[in-house]
């Protein structure tokens, strides 16, 4: 969080991913360890190779920003705050 937050001061604001990857965190923290399971039992697609492979490059991507394709992100996050209770807002 910190490097976001001196990315902020630096640019003036957050790109579209790293908005993404805050609301991400906040819903994986809402739903907990099992986010994973919680995903993959209530949405047919993450329980497939494909959907296992979007939570894989999401969750690498909260450590390295350079990973992660931004509609996978997107995917992912609409799907856990979905299960989170959040409601979603728009992307940009």
């Known amino acids: 969080m910190e490097e976001l937050q001196s990315r902020v001061a630096e640019f003036g604001r957050l790109t579209i991913k790293e908005?993404?990857?805050q609301r991400f965190i906040r819903a994986r923290n809402v739903v907990g360890k099992n986010w994973r399971g919680?995903?993959?039992a209530n949405d047919p697609f993450f329980?497939?190779?494909l959907g296992n492979d979007y939570l894989t490059s999401v969750a690498q991507s909260v450590s390295d920003h350079s990973r992660g394709n931004?509609?996978?992100i997107e995917r992912v996050t609409i799907a856990l705050e979905k299960m989170?209770?959040?409601s979603s807002r728009p992307i940009v």
């Open 19 to 21: 908005r993404l990857l």
């Open 38 to 40: 919680v995903l993959a």
């Open 47 to 49: 329980n497939t190779k």
């Open 70 to 72: 931004v509609d996978r």
């Open 84 to 86: 989170a209770g959040i």
